[in-house]
Structure formats: structure tokens, C-alpha cells
């Protein structure tokens, strides 16, 4: 599908346009933003008490940034909704209870900020060599300039630019802070959505703007992308096993999970990219549904360290039980949505030739059953501390969009239609060259 | 003359640089957003630079003029400047709110807070 | 009934039961309705497999060809018997075991022992590694609760190393293989004659038996046998389930599973890949044995013995031949019936008398002679004595390494039942015949809860029963083995 905005054709005017790819993108945010939203009405009264308007009308902006970078063909319109989603995104951060998330907006602005400009900065070297900004234009006129220098930099600092939005190591320093301090809607939102539309610009710039043979063999992208992905699953999941703070164990585990995407997209194959794509999705689900759980947990018990939820699933097994089944998705059991993408990424890791990777990854499996695991024995084997409170079981205005979510994690590892068949689908597009 | 024409980009080059510098090493918050827009507009200096073409005139039809300078950059520049606004308003929007829950803007200071976990930059 | 309905059933149970919760008579009442239909159910599905036709459910696929399916066979079948059957005498030993020891949270311990035994007839049941996979998962996890009950530190680290070990093998080396394997053949499915066969180059056929052997960790093969004794801390109850009923029974099943209808016998045979696999289960049959004649710990000393006792089951699964497979699967049913006589003795000699070392017994014989006649027959049956079950398991598991031509596996089985008599009928030997050290204990018989001793009895009399009338299971083995190759 295209739309043309202000009846202008291509590539004069700005064109929106749908695949594969992006369809899935769009299904995702919004499906997402529409499963968390029931949940969020009730986070929401609890945590910003006053002026809810604007907060709401931020984060309803950060979602149309969002939609805009995924449906637009139109490389400028990237940057400009990045921009619009990223600023929202800053000041719903700084809505976070703690004066601390003040600081980690203001990071995440800067970070951010430098990451968009490297982006315009790529932007503009390509215009400068192509006189368009129309992706599938792009496309078509980069072949002619491919051996320019200018287009070497401009793949670079679009590469480099996205990294920071999409939190690859070790440009994720950003994300832990901001993630821990945001509102807990926020934080799921953001986790189930941000990081991922970043990845897809990133795709569709390697695979369809600058084309694989370009990107993988002008330059040493995949093993590059290939090294920064392994070091990211294996430092985001070490550190996450020593995190006492679980929002910020969930975000260090975010760091490992975005480098299990980017490892399917660095082997350049169908199914490698199928599997990044696929788990890019099932990783939506699982964090939205673990960052709700943790959220109905900090309302219950007003906080979400490891010392002070000891003993609380017994007091308030329906959200811990929540916790640990979309634990389970991370972690890849089978069943569950997170089991499948790891099976497509090991099998997309064989069929590539490359064995040795599955022990990275069974590794850093086992690295997130162990800290999945200690928040699990925390919450039923540990003893209540001393003089806590007895937190009560959330209110089902929490608890049933939660379970939604959860269930939502087992449906699409028992049915994969939708998320196998989309994510083939866009590979096959990806890789098929222009859209 | 191939290396004085093209000065605007060397111009750009320094500018970024002066931008990165004073984001990364300078402690004030303020002193950051400063930098910030640096950076920024070192880029926007790029493109309109992009847009020049010698002996060009104002992209404004009228008779006379053959070559005319390509108006696309600069209409993305002002896209972009406005983001740059909105930008550098929300940063220091975040500056002053964080002055008035740590009653400073040194990162040194800010880190010293709360441990090295969650310095800024 | 479909296998996947008889495999429900303690799921169901379970939460019945968790939901139960404090009110005692309501929750055993809802146990031993659980532990009988699931008995009921899985002898319903005798029939069928007797026939040769054993019911097939495909109940979802997941991705193309990746499937959770069940099959009930003749190997699953006597897996299935034999967790449910022993599942009753468990249900009345821990009953009464558990309020003995005045334990809280039952709600929680008899749903996880519910989900324990599901899991194991899911493993039983299973139709294809992924599926098999999932229940072994279930199984280490639901088990997870039981060893860790008293709560103590000791216990969650205890627990702690179990499931470490379970979990970090279970995906770090079985899903590997089975990774490998669906990559190799394109199929995870069980068949007869195996799938390997042709698909995966020979050279490299050992490395995938390690990883499937090693990565089984519930087979406590050395050097993963290290959780096994680390779960004692666990209740009597838990202990009997984790040894005879469910969890290393469960491990060697699949090992045979595996042995059998992933790689096929004749293709071990033919190609020898697991015999050397084979002489770590006979280094670990050895030196576990050596380490159990060294403790003084009751229940650990028995541990050690069923680490032991587990690699008589992969050493006959590997070395494949027809009456190797044979013994291996008498041994996974003779074993399981003479261990668990073994644990609940132990128990209750803990209930009855708060006795854990060996060095303690002496004496204790007059004083609980029914606990120490069980516990005489389930050693002697384990010795492979004639006139006890355990024999049949000795003698084919012999015959074949004999036939297999593999000396040291023979000398291994030898020179392990000699030590067999050393450090296990030492036990009641010394309960029997030495003088009580303890002055102060009374005179006359002091037996544990009669629940617990009748449990314990019944167990007994199963292992003699199995020596005389072995027939049901014989049919079964024979099933599983090529047609053309008669083993009696």
C-alpha cells in the first residue's frame, strides 16, 4: 500500500508506505499500546495523581511518532518522528515518581539526541549523493554511487545513530536508568515498543535502502553487528544476574534480548532475519506483559527490589505467577512465544554455518533462567523481611489486562501463524531487495 | 582552491567537535544543552551547504534566472531546526526540574548523590 | 481415554488440591482420588498397547513439523505403570509421613507431587523429543518446591543444586542435541530404528550421544551426579518419589528412549558411538559405589547407590544389543520398586526413632523388625539375588555386556554388586545382629506409623512378586525389541 501525501508522486512528495515489514511493526505498537492502555488507567491514577491530560497527550504522541517512523517511506520523515516520539518519550520519563528519573531523561535527551543527529548527518550525506529522500528511491539511484566514501560514512552514522536509539551494545548506557525511572507504563510501553521500531529503520536501511550486497560486503557490517550483538546478550545478561533493582534487571535483560535481534539480522540470511524479526515481536510481548507485572508489584508492595518482595508471592500469587510465566517467555521455554524465536534463531544460526552460536545463546539462556530464577525463589521461598507490611493481591483492574498480556505470550507460542508467517514474510522482503 | 572550497565543511567538522566535546566533558547540565545545539547546528550548516550551488540564485521564479539553488535542504533544515528548539526546550525543561529536586546542575555533584551508578553522560 | 487425558489428570489434581490448601481430610481425600484414577487411566491404556496399537494424539503443532504429540508404546507404557502404581503406595507413606513430621504447607507439597507425577507420565507418553523436553522441564521445576520444603537454608541450597544442575544440563547439552538432531533429520519424532541413521556423519554420531547422555542430567551420570545428593535434603517422601518414582526414572527412561528410537539399537550396534559413553556409566557404577561404602549418612549412602544403580540403565541402553535393552528396562522397574522400599525405610527410622547415620542403627532391628525385613528383601533385590525382582534386571544386563563382548562393563557389573553387599546389607546386618550402643532406648517395638510400615511392605512383597511372575513386564520388553529376536 501507498499513500501519497498531498497527492505529490514520489519521490517529489512525501510517500507512506506498507509492507510486510513494517505492517507487522505497525500491528505490533499498536496492539501493544492497545493491550497495556486497560492496564495503564489504573497505574496511571496511581502514580501521576495530578495533570494526567498532558500525560496522556504525551504518550499519545510518542505512539504517532512512533507509527510515523514505521509506516513512512520517506527517510527525512524518519528523523522528524523520531524526534516527535523521542521528546514525548524524554518528558513521559520524567513524569517517574523518583527525582531520579529526572536525571535519567536528561541523559537519555542527550544520548538521544546525538543518536538522531548522526542519523540526519547519514540522511544527509545520501541526499547529498542522490538528490532524494524517497526510500525506494534510494534504493534505486545508490547502486550508481555505491563506491563513494560519502556513502560508506553515511551508512556509518545512520548505523551508529540507531544503534543509540536501539540501545545495541555498548551504546545502551542510556537505557537502564531510563527504563528504572520511568513511570511503570512507560517502561513497559517503551520496552515493548522504542527500541524495536528503532531496529526496523535500522533494517530497512541496510536491507532496503542500501541492499545486503552493499552493506554486508562494502562493508564489515554483519561482523560487526555480529560481535556488538554477542557482547551485548552476554554483558545485558551478566549484569542483570547481580541486579538487585528488578526494573533495572529487566532493562539489563532488554540489552541482552535487542542482542539476540540484531545477531539474526547479522547473519544475512532469510531465516536469520526471520528470527530477529520474529523474536523483535515476541520480545514486545514478553517484556510489556514481565514490566506490567513488576509495575502491579512496585503499586502492591512500593517497591521492586529483590530484599523487599522476599516472601510476597504468597500474598499475592496472581501477579507473581504473571511474573514468572512471562519469565518463562523470556527465558525461552518451550510453549511460549520466546521458546519459538529462539528455536529460529538457533536453526537460522546452523543453516548458516555457524554452530558455535548456539552455545552463545544456550548460555545466556541459562544466564536469564538464573535471574529469572532468583526473583522467582525471592517471591515464594525467601521469608517475609522483618515488620513488612502484608501487601494485599492487586486489584483486578491490574491484574486482568496482565494476564491478557501473559496469555498473549503463550497464544503466539502455541499458534505462530501471525508471528512465524509475518516475520518470514518481511524477511523474504528484506531480503528480496526494494519494496 | 579545491581545499578553501570547500571551507563550510571544514567549518562543520570543527563545529561538530567543539558540540561532542563540550557534551561529553563538560559537568554543567546547561553547559551539555549548549553543546547539544552545537553539534546540532554544525548539521544543519551541512545540509543548507548541500543546498548551494554556485552561482545560484534564490530559489524564486522569475525571469532571467536560469540556475536556482535547491530549496529542499533548507526546507528540511527548518524541520530540523524546530526539532533542535523543542529539543533544547525540554532539556533545559529537565534542567530546571532537576535543579529544584537536587538543588544543582553539576553532574560531579549529582553523582556524589547517589553512588556511581546513575552519574549523567 | 487419550494419553494427553491420562496425563491431565494429576495436573487437575493438583489444582484441586493447592485449592484444598489447609483443610486436611479434603485434600488427602482429593489425593487419593488423583493417585487412583491416574492409576486407573494409565491402566486403561494397557489394553491398546497389548493389542500392538497404542493410542497416538497430535495435539498442537507449533511450527511446521515441531509438534506435541503423545504415543503410548510398550517402553512408555511400563515407565507409566510403574510411576503410577508406586504414586499409591507414595500417596499412603507420605500422608501419614508428613503429618508424623509435623511439616506445614501440605497444600503446596502434595500439588507439587502431583505435578511431579503428570510430568512423568507426560515424559512417558511423549511422542517426539520437543515434547518429551517439555515434561522433563516440568518435572525439574515442580520438583523444585519439594526438595526445598523445610525452608531452611541448607534446604534452598540444596535445592538450589539440583536445580542448577537439572536445568543447566537440560539446556545446555539435551536441547543442544535435540537442536542438532531436528537440524540433522528434519524430525524430532520417535520411531523405531531411529532417525539418526543416514542424516548425521558417524564421526560425529559420539559427540551427540554425550550430549544427549550427559545432557539427561536426571541419569545422574558422572559428572552430573552431583544434585542427587544434594536433594537429600528433602523429605523422606520426596526422596523415595525423586529416586524410584519420578525424577531419575524419568531420566533414564529417556536415556533408553533416546538409546532406542532416536538412535536405534542397531545403529549403536553397528556403529559402537555409545560405548564409550557406556564405560563412564561403568566408571560411575565403580566409583559411586566406592563413595557410597564412605558415608555414614543414611540417606546419603543411598543416594550414592541409586547413582550407581541408574548407570546400570544407561550402560544397557548404550550397549544396545536386544538383551541389554532388555535388562536396562527390568532394571529402570526392579530398581524403582527396591529403592523406594529402600527410602521409606529410612524414613521411618527417621519418624519413629530421629535416626540419620548408619553408625546409629545398631541395635534398631529388635526394635523395628518389619521396617528392617523390607529393608533386607529391597537390598537383597538390589544385589540381584535370586528370589528378588532386581535379579532379572543383573542377569539380562549381563548377558548382554557378555555377548556385547565388552569385559569391563562385565567386570563393572560384577565387582559392583560385590560391593553392593558390603555397603548396603551392611545396613541391616547391622541393625539385626549388633547390640545396641544406646542405653537409654527402650525395650520392645517401636515401628513407624503403620500407614508408613504397610507402604513399606507392600513395596517388599512387590520385589519378591517380580521375581516369580515377571510375565506382564517380559511381554512388554519384548514388544520393544525386533521381532525376529526372542531375549528369553
Not at chain 1, 63 to 71: A, D, V
Amino acid at each position: 500500500m501507498s499513500y501519497h501525501f498531498g497527492n505529490w508522486p514520489p519521490p517529489f512528495g512525501i510517500e507512506y508506505r506498507v509492507d510486510a515489514v513494517n505492517a507487522l511493526l505497525a500491528l505490533l505498537i499498536s496492539g501493544v499500546a492497545l493491550f497495556l492502555l486497560p492496564w495503564a488507567k489504573t497505574s496511571v491514577n496511581l502514580e501521576i495523581p495530578e495533570r494526567q491530560g498532558p500525560f496522556y497527550a504525551l504518550f499519545l504522541l510518542a505512539l504517532s511518532g512512533l507509527m510515523g517512523i514505521t509506516l513512512t517511506g520517506d527517510a527525512f520523515n524518519v528523523f522528524v518522528f523520531l524526534e516527535i516520539s523521542s521528546l514525548s518519550t524524554y518528558a513521559l520519563i520524567a513524569h517517574g515518581q523518583d527525582r531520579r528519573a529526572l536525571k535519567a531523561a536528561f541523559r537519555y535527551l542527550i544520548m538521544g539526541t546525538i543518536g538522531a543527529t548522526f542519523f540526519l548527518i547519514g540522511i544527509g550525506f545520501l541526499y547529498a549523493m542522490t538528490g532524494t529522500l524517497n526510500m525506494a528511491d534510494l534504493a534505486e539511484r545508490l547502486p550508481e554511487v555505491r563506491d563513494s566514501n560519502v556513502v560508506h560514512a553515511a551508512l556509518a552514522f545512520i548505523v551508529v545513530g540507531l544503534g543509540l536509539k536501539l540501545a545495541l551494545f555498548p551504546l545502551h548506557l542510556w537505557l537502564p536508568n531510563a527504563y528504572a525511572f520511568a513511570p511503570n507504563f512507560i517502561t513497559a510501553f517503551l520496552a515493548a515498543t522504542a527500541t524495536k521500531v528503532a531496529l526496523y529503520v535500522m533494517l530497512r536501511f541496510i536491507f532496503t535502502v542500501f541492499s545486503p550486497e552493499f552493506s554486508f560486503t562494502a562493508m564489515p557490517l554483519a561482523a560487526v553487528l555480529m560481535t556488538l550483538a554477542i557482547a551485548g546478550m552476554v554483558a545485558g545478561s551478566w549484569v542483570a544476574m547481580f541486579e538487585v533493582n528488578l526494573k533495572r534487571l529487566l532493562a539489563y535483560s532488554s540489552v541482552a534480548q535487542v542482542g539476540y535481534m540484531v545477531l539474526g539480522v547479522s547473519l544475512v540470511t532469510a531465516a536469520g532475519v526471520a528470527a530477529g524479526i520474529l523474536h523483535l515481536f515476541n520480545h514486545a510481548l514478553m517484556k510489556a506483559a514481565l514490566f506490567a507485572a513488576l509495575g502491579t508489584i512496585y503499586y502492591q508492595i512500593g517497591s521492586v527490589r529483590l530484599t523487599e518482595i522476599a516472601g510476597m508471592g504468597r500474598h499475592m500469587p496472581w501477579t507473581f505467577t504473571a511474573f514468572a510465566l512471562a519469565g518463562l517467555s523470556l527465558i525461552g521455554v518451550p510453549l511460549t512465544a520466546g521458546f519459538t524465536s529462539k528455536w529460529y534463531l538457533v536453526i537460522a544460526a546452523l543453516d548458516a554455518g555457524q554452530p558455535w552460536l548456539i552455545v552463545i545463546i544456550m548460555a545466556t539462556s541459562l544466564l536469564a533462567i538464573y535471574y529469572i530464577w532468583r526473583v522467582v525463589e525471592a517471591a515464594w521461598f525467601h521469608d517475609t523481611p522483618e515488620g513488612a507490611a502484608l501487601p494485599n493481591e492487586a486489584p483486578l483492574s491490574l491484574l486482568v489486562p496482565l494476564w491478557v498480556l501473559v496469555a498473549l505470550n503463550f497464544y503466539f507460542g502455541l499458534d505462530t501463524r501471525l508471528n512465524v508467517g509475518g516475520a518470514e514474510a518481511a524477511a523474504r522482503t528484506l531480503i528480496g531487495g526494494a519494496p | 582552491m579545491e581545499l578553501l572550497g570547500h571551507y563550510n565543511y571544514y567549518v562543520v567538522v570543527i563545529l561538530m567537535m567543539i558540540g561532542l566535546y563540550t557534551i561529553i566533558a563538560r559537568g554543567n547540565l546547561v553547559k551539555k544543552v549548549i553543546g547539544l545545539n552545537i553539534f546540532q547546528t554544525s548539521v544543519f550548516i551541512l545540509f543548507i551547504s548541500l543546498g548551494k550551488i554556485s552561482g545560484a540564485s534564490t530559489p524564486v521564479w522569475r525571469d532571467g534566472v536560469e540556475v536556482y539553488s535547491n530549496p529542499l535542504p533548507h526546507v528540511l533544515i527548518l524541520t530540523a531546526i524546530v526539532v533542535g528548539v523543542a529539543t533544547t526546550s525540554v532539556a533545559l525543561a529537565l534542567a530546571v526540574r532537576i535543579h529544584e529536586a537536587y538543588g544543582s546542575l553539576d553532574d560531579d555533584e549529582l553523582r556524589g548523590s547517589h553512588g556511581p551508578d546513575d552519574s549523567i553522560t | 481415554m487419550s494419553p494427553f487425558s491420562v496425563v491431565l489428570i494429576p495436573f487437575v489434581g493438583a489444582i484441586l488440591i493447592a485449592l484444598a490448601g489447609k483443610r486436611d481430610r479434603l485434600r488427602d481425600g482429593i489425593g487419593w482420588a488423583t493417585a487412583i484414577a491416574f492409576f486407573l487411566a494409565v491402566l486403561g491404556q494397557l489394553g491398546p498397547v497389548l493389542d500392538g496399537a497404542g493410542r497416538e494424539q497430535l495435539l498442537l503443532e507449533i511450527l511446521p513439523g515441531l509438534e506435541i504429540a503423545f504415543a503410548v508404546e510398550p517402553l512408555g507404557m511400563i515407565f507409566a505403570l510403574v510411576a503410577s502404581s508406586l504414586w499409591l503406595v507414595a500417596t499412603l507413606y507420605a500422608q501419614s509421613y508428613m503429618k508424623a513430621g509435623g511439616y506445614s504447607h501440605l497444600g503446596r507439597f502434595f500439588a507439587s507431587y502431583a505435578i511431579a507425577l503428570g510430568a512423568a507420565a507426560g515424559v512417558a507418553f511423549s511422542a517426539n523429543l520437543l515434547t518429551m523436553f517439555i515434561f522433563y522441564e516440568v518435572l525439574s521445576l515442580s520438583t523444585y518446591p519439594l526438595v526445598a520444603h523445610s525452608g531452611t537454608e541448607n534446604a534452598r541450597r540444596g535445592a538450589r543444586v539440583y536445580l542448577g544442575y537439572l536445568l543447566a544440563t537440560s539446556i545446555g547439552l539435551f536441547l543442544v542435541a535435540i537442536i542438532w538432531t531436528w537440524h540433522a533429520a528434519g524430525t524430532l519424532d520417535f520411531r523405531p530404528g531411529g532417525i539418526i541413521e543416514g542424516n548425521i556423519d558417524p564421526t560425529w554420531v559420539p559427540l551427540l550421544v554425550a550430549l544427549f547422555m550427559f545432557g539427561i542430567g536426571k541419569a545422574a551420570l558422572m559428572p552430573v551426579h552431583r544434585w542427587l545428593p544434594s536433594a537429600m535434603v528433602a523429605p523422606a517422601p520426596v526422596s523415595a518419589l525423586l529416586h524410584a518414582v519420578a525424577v531419575v526414572k524419568a531420566g533414564v527412561f529417556c536415556v533408553v528412549k533416546v538409546a532406542v528410537f532416536v538412535f536405534g539399537t542397531d545403529f549403536l550396534v553397528s556403529t559402537g558411538s555409545g560405548i564409550w559413553v557406556s564405560w563412564v556409566a561403568a566408571f560411575t557404577i565403580v566409583a559411586a559405589s566406592l563413595i557410597a561404602l564412605t558415608l555414614d549418612d543414611l540417606k546419603a549412602r543411598l543416594a550414592y547407590s541409586t547413582i550407581a544403580q541408574l548407570s546400570y540403565v544407561v550402560l544397557g541402553a548404550l550397549v544396545a544389543t536386544p538383551l541389554a535393552i532388555a535388562g536396562a528396562t527390568l532394571q529402570i522397574v526392579m530398581h524403582a520398586f527396591a529403592k523406594i522400599t529402600l527410602f521409606f525405610g529410612a524414613g521411618a527410622i527417621q519418624t519413629a526413632h530421629d535416626k540419620k547415620k548408619i553408625s546409629q542403627l545398631d541395635g534398631l532391628g529388635r526394635a523395628m523388625p518389619l521396617t528392617f525385613g523390607a529393608f533386607t528383601i529391597a537390598t537383597l533385590s538390589i544385589i540381584g539375588l535370586p528370589l528378588f525382582g532386581g535379579m532379572w534386571a543383573k542377569w539380562y544386563l549381563l548377558s548382554g555386556s557378555i555377548d556385547a563382548g565388552q569385559w569391563v562393563l562385565v567386570g563393572a557389573l560384577l565387582t559392583s554388586s560385590v560391593l553392593n553387599i558390603v555397603y548396603l546389607l551392611v545396613i541391616p546386618a547391622r541393625a539385626f545382629f549388633l547390640p545396641s550402643r544406646d542405653e537409654t532406648a527402650p525395650a520392645g517395638i517401636r515401628e513407624a506409623p503403620w500407614p508408613m510400615v504397610a507402604a513399606m511392605l507392600i513395596t517388599a512383597t512387590c520385589c519378591v512378586v517380580l521375581f516369580f511372575r515377571p510375565e506382564p513386564i517380559f511381554t512388554l520388553v519384548e514388544m520393544l525389541l525386533p521381532a525376529s529376536e526372542g531375549f528369553q
